[in-house]
């Protein structure tokens, strides 16, 4: 069964800082996908990025990138030049491609980015 | 591009009462699912649906809980007797098949059991 640990209910960071939010998964399954979701006051869960378990490079979107390491089975986000509308819970995910769709989720850090 | 909705967004029923939501994915999408999110939780997966056929269902579904899509567009998910413990959000979100395949998630349905 595949399971993703978040170990930091809340995390503070300075506006303009970088700051990395930590997941770690566990699976036995060889290809998986691992996901990092938004999802503000409001509700709605925010896709971030991807990381495909073959991918050799690390995935970035924008201000947001992944820290892969397999052998560690972390996935870590990296949020740079943090702004006040980053304030909101993340959300770590994991797709284990053995014939499920599902997402299994961590259970979120709160980003709280300071003036 | 519309995004996923979902209908209502706030429902505050009495216990024993059931309860139906609805879901309208992205109209190109063809997977359709069904996720609860307790207060301080992560959403947990309940159900998953390819065009209108309900592939995969959590334990988490007991036989109170039916989810249909029946012309493979919108859904709804109906909750029968409710309990206080059935009080949480429940997203919906769809995707495309890719190799990828990203679920876009609905605003949710927040639902209050007294």
């Known amino acids: 069964a595949q399971k993703i640990t978040q170990t930091q209910p809340g995390m503070f960071v300075q506006e303009k800082e970088a700051v990395t939010l930590d997941c770690t998964y566990d699976?036995?399954?060889?290809?998986?996908?691992l996901f990092w979701y938004k999802q503000p006051s409001s509700g709605e869960m925010i896709f971030l990025i991807y990381q495909g378990s073959y991918d050799e490079q690390n995935a970035t979107e924008g201000r947001y990138s992944l820290n892969f390491q397999k052998a560690r089975k972390s996935a870590n986000l990296v949020i740079s030049a943090s702004q006040l509308g980053d304030s909101a819970m993340y959300f770590c995910?994991?797709?284990?491609?053995?014939?499920?769709?599902?997402?299994?989720f961590g259970k979120g850090t709160k980003l709280t980015v300071n003036p | 591009d519309t995004g996923v909705s979902q209908d209502p967004r706030h429902k505050i029923t009495k216990r024993g009462q059931n309860v139906t939501f609805r879901c309208d994915p992205i109209?190109?999408?063809?997977?359709l699912y069904w996720y609860r999110q307790t207060l301080g939780q992560g959403p947990e997966f309940l159900t998953y649906f390819q065009n209108e056929a309900q592939l995969e269902k959590s334990r988490l579904l007991s036989d109170r809980f039916s989810a249909e899509r029946p012309k493979g567009s919108f859904s709804t998910l109906e909750i029968q007797r409710t309990e206080q413990g059935d009080s949480a959000m429940y997203l919906c979100a769809s995707s495309s098949r890719t190799s990828v395949s990203q679920q876009y998630f609905g605003p949710g349905t927040r639902l209050t059991v007294t």
């Open positions: 995910a994991m797709r284990a491609s053995s014939g499920s769709e599902k997402l299994v």
């Open positions: 699976t036995s399954d060889q290809s998986y996908g």
């Open positions: 109209s190109e999408h063809n997977r």
